[in-house]
Each structure stands twice: as C-alpha cells, then as structure tokens.
C-alpha cells in the first residue's frame, strides 16, 4: 500500500471529526452532513467489497453483503430516525469484523490495518456525535 493510499485514507477521518465538532457546538445541520458522509463512505466500502469478489473466489454472500451495504447506508439517509448514528457506528466496526473475517486473505495486511484504524476512527466520531447532540 502506498503512502497515497494512507494519507488520503486518514484524511478520510477529517470530515468525520470536523462535523462530529460542530454537531456537538450545536451547528443545526451537521449531525445530518455527518450522517450524510457516513452513509457516503460506508457505500465506499460496499465497492471495495464487491470489487474483491471479481479478484478472489469468496463465497457467494460476499456479493451479497456488498450491495446490502450500500443499500444499508442508502436507508440512514431516507428513513427518519434519532438512532441513525450510533447504528452507523455500529455498522462500521460491524463490517470491519466481517471484513476480517471473511476477507483477511483477500485484502493485503496493510489495508486490513488501515481499514481498522479508519472504522474505529469513523466509530468513534459518529459515537461521540451520537451522546453529545444537543
């Protein structure tokens, strides 16, 4: 994994921090940009998915799980609800763990790193966003 890739890989975590801050100083909207980019990156995720199922043989429910993801992060954004958050916190470590699971020798070990680090990260911002809302 390059350099490239791990720099704009954390720098994928700003927006999650700067929309966690000002949802929790009280700026109106950014509890739904913050969703709204969760969502975004989670789909993200989803294509990564997919696109491992064209490189390796994985079972079948890999495919699967690929396209559920984005439709997952798809329904945070149309479906009204007060827990969306800390479901997509959720959602992240979630994926991680299956991910790893399944997927461990698909992806390098750098990426897995990478990939841990970036959902606990993505977890924490939306966790803390989650209890702190005014």
Known sequence: MSYAHRVSGYAGLIPFFTLMILAISGYDAAGQWLLSYAALIFSFLGGILWLATLKDPLPRHV????????????????????????????????????????????????????????????????????????
């Open 63 to 134: 495919t699967v799980i690929s396209l559920v993801v984005m439709l997952w992060g798809w329904l945070w954004l149309i479906v009204p609800s007060e827990y969306w958050l800390i479901i997509a916190a959720l959602s992240f470590l979630l994926l991680h763990g299956y991910e790893r699971y399944f997927l461990a020798h698909s992806y390098f070990p750098d990426f897995m790193h990478l990939r841990r680090n970036l959902s606990a990260g993505a977890a924490i911002a939306l966790t803390l966003a989650y209890l702190f809302l005014p």
